[in-house]
Antibody
Framework: EVQLVQSGAVVKKPGESLKISCETS????????IAWVRQTPAKGLEWIGI????????RYNPSFQGQVTLSADKSTSTAYLQWNSLRASDSAKYYC?????????WGQGTPVTVSS | SYELTQPSSVSVSPGQTARITCSGD??????ARWFRQKPGQAPVMLIY???ERPSGIPERFSGSSSGTTVTLTISGAQAEDEGDYYC?????????FGGGTRLTVL
């Protein structure tokens, strides 16, 4: 069974760094893209970018380019989304999803709150 | 830039058929996907390639496409089908989401 389990809710201050995770199981990690999506009440669902663990090919939504970094650890089948300097506007729920030609499997989401 | 437009809400009586539409120029040449989201749960994919169902998704969920409008149909809606439904476009280069439709079964 394909599973994507994301790290828990986080509260951070503006300017702090953060790395959230998406631990996968039930399939060959290096053969599927992992996408990241942001959800907020104001803007709805937004695609952040996508990462291919097989060769580290990474594609970003231009709106998020330079603001976040996607990565993965093949040894633990875990994908990551990280920020070097958080802003209050980064407060949202973040989802990872395994992307495939015959559908996507989603993680449960990680709530991130950025507040002073 | 492309946009996907869904009705904000749809209501249906138990056992009746609910239809949720999604319009967008991007679907003129590309396939649509649908997922359902319930509070506190991971989104669940319902339809890909306009009308294909992943394994484990009940047959009462079906999808169709006509021009630039795609439709998710829930035949014989059940109380457990309540939730937020999203259409979206997804490739390894770009994803785009509709605004979501809140389905109420009452």
């Amino acid at each position: 069974e394909v599973q994507l389990v994301q790290s828990g809710a986080v509260v951070k201050k503006p300017g702090e760094s953060l790395k959230i995770s998406c631990e996968t199981s039930g399939y060959i990690f290096t053969t599927y893209w992992i996408a990241w999506v942001r959800q907020t009440p104001a803007k709805g669902l937004e695609w952040i970018g996508i990462f291919y663990p097989g060769d580290s090919d990474t594609r970003y939504n231009p709106s998020f380019q330079g603001q976040v970094t996607l990565s993965a650890d093949k040894s633990t089948s875990t994908a990551y989304l990280q920020w070097n300097s958080l802003r209050a506007s980064d407060s949202a729920k973040y989802y990872c999803a395994r992307h495939g030609a015959v559908g996507d499997h989603w993680g449960q989401g990680t709530p991130v709150t950025v507040s002073s | 830039s492309y946009e996907l437009t869904q009705p904000s809400s749809v209501s249906v009586s138990p056992g009746q058929t609910a239809r949720i539409t999604c319009s967008g120029d991007i679907f003129g040449k590309n396939f649509a996907r649908w997922f359902r989201q319930k509070p506190g749960q991971a989104p669940v994919m319902l339809i890909y390639r306009d009308s294909e169902r992943p394994s484990g998704i009940p047959e009462r969920f079906s999808g169709s496409s006509s021009g630039t409008t795609v439709t998710l149909t829930i035949s014989g809606a059940q109380a457990e089908d309540e939730g937020d439904y999203y259409c979206y476009f997804a490739t390894d280069k770009n994803w785009l989401f509709g605004g979501g439709t809140r389905l109420t079964v009452l």
